[in-house]
């Protein structure tokens, strides 16, 4: 079945410090990539939709400037958490959306972020 | 915007019995997922449902879509431990998929 891998799975560093998480689909090309972010029993909240090739659009009330987001590859989008706050200790997760209608999408494994 | 309502948030269920989660859509979907997400762990894919009024088994697990393609159920029969965790639906409109608060099933043996 589709995979999608996304690292690091943690990670904890120091308030300031700008952390780069990998998201990658293995065995085919998403044109679509997600990324979510989940705080302690909440649900998954979309942060942002990646497209290969384009900018991504981001949902309302998410900084694009603090959650960069580059997809420049079919099978690989990355999501970079500048100048970090412990605000910003959350779990992300990133999705990845095969070509077709009707794809279901597939999930990373997450990264949990704690800033200190 | 789209808004996709779960209930219950909790479900306390003693081993054997049998449960649902419900889901609601302000509008009109393409599709619904469901995905299960347990303690520490990830979402992971269940099923998708994407006619109206579609219904789908997995073993004690049954998934239906209505009619209207706005609302679901999961319904889950003879209740395990190893159905302990999160189910979380999501529905799709468009590109977008919007999750559902999800419910929470702890399981008392």
């Known amino acids: 079945g589709a995979v999608v891998s996304q690292h690091p799975s943690r990670v904890i560093c120091k308030s300031g410090t700008s952390v780069k998480i990998e998201c990658r689909s293995l065995d085919f090309q998403a044109t679509t990539m997600f990324w979510y972010r989940q705080f302690p029993k909440q649900s998954l909240m979309l942060m942002a939709t990646s497209n290969e090739g384009s900018k991504a659009t981001y949902e309302q009330g998410v900084e694009k400037d603090k959650f960069l987001i580059n997809h420049a590859s079919l099978t690989l989008s990355t999501l970079t958490v500048t100048s970090a706050h412990p605000e910003d200790s959350s779990f992300y997760i990133c999705s990845a959306l095969s070509r077709g209608n009707n794809q279901p999408q597939h999930f990373g494994d997450g990264t949990r972020l704690s800033i200190l | 915007g789209q808004q996709v309502m779960q209930i219950p948030q909790y479900q306390h269920v003693q081993e054997g019995e049998d449960f649902t989660t419900y889901c609601n859509s302000s509008?009109?979907?393409?599709?619904i997922q469901w995905y299960k997400q347990r303690p520490g762990g990830h979402p992971v894919f269940l099923i998708q449902l994407v006619k109206s009024g579609e219904v789908k088994k997995q073993k004690r697990l049954t998934f239906q879509f209505g009619e209207a393609k706005k609302n679901s159920s999961l319904h889950i029969t003879a209740t395990q431990t190893t159905d302990v965790g999160t189910y979380f639906c999501a529905g799709r409109n468009d590109y977008k998929l919007s999750f559902g608060a999800g419910t929470t099933v702890t399981v008392r043996a």
């Open positions: 509008t009109t979907l393409s599709n």
